[in-house]
C-alpha cells in the first residue's frame, strides 16, 4: 500500500465535512533505545513553520505522540479554516 | 489500519541495515482545486527544523511529492546517521 492509499483510504471521513485537512506525520526509528527523543520538541517547530503558510488556531490541532521501544510517531491533525 | 501499523510494515525494508531513520509525510487535502500549494516550499523549512536536532547531509534525503487534483502528499525519509 503507498502512502497515497493510506491518506486516501483515511479520505471518506473528511468527506461529509468538505473541509481542508493539513496532516502531519513524523516517524522516528531509533537502533538505540536510550537515545533522547526529539518529538515532543519537533512538534511545537513544526507547527510554528505551517503557521506561516496558513492561519492556525490552537483548538484546530489534534496532536498524537505513540512511542514505543525502537518507534516513535508523532501526528499532527489540521483542520483548515475556509479559505478567503 | 492505525499509523503506527504503517510504519511498522515498512519497517521490514530497514531492518537488514538497522539505520536511525526519521520519516516525515505531509498529506494536504484541498477542498479548492485552484490554491495555491505550499508543500513544495515547507519542505525546505521542515528540513531546517530537522536539522537542529540531528545532523544530515542532503544525500541522506529522499523527497517525494505527489500531487492530484484534491490532494498533495510530501514525503521526506531520512537515513540518520550512527549516533556519537
Not at 485537512?21 to 507547527?47: C, F, G, M, S
Not at 496558513?54 to 496532536?63: K, Y
Amino acid at each position: 500500500m503507498s502512502i497515497f492509499d493510506y491518506f486516501r483510504s483515511n479520505k471518506q471521513d473528511s468527506a461529509a465535512v468538505a473541509k481542508e485537512r493539513l496532516q502531519i506525520i513524523v516517524a522516528h526509528e531509533r537502533k538505540q533505545r536510550n537515545q533522547p527523543d526529539y518529538l515532543p520538541k519537533l512538534q511545537r517547530e513544526l507547527l510554528e513553520v505551517i503557521r506561516k503558510y496558513v492561519e492556525i488556531e490552537q483548538d484546530q490541532i489534534d496532536v498524537q505522540l505513540e512511542q514505543n521501544d525502537d518507534c516513535s510517531v508523532l501526528e499532527l491533525n489540521i483542520v483548515l479554516p475556509e479559505a478567503r
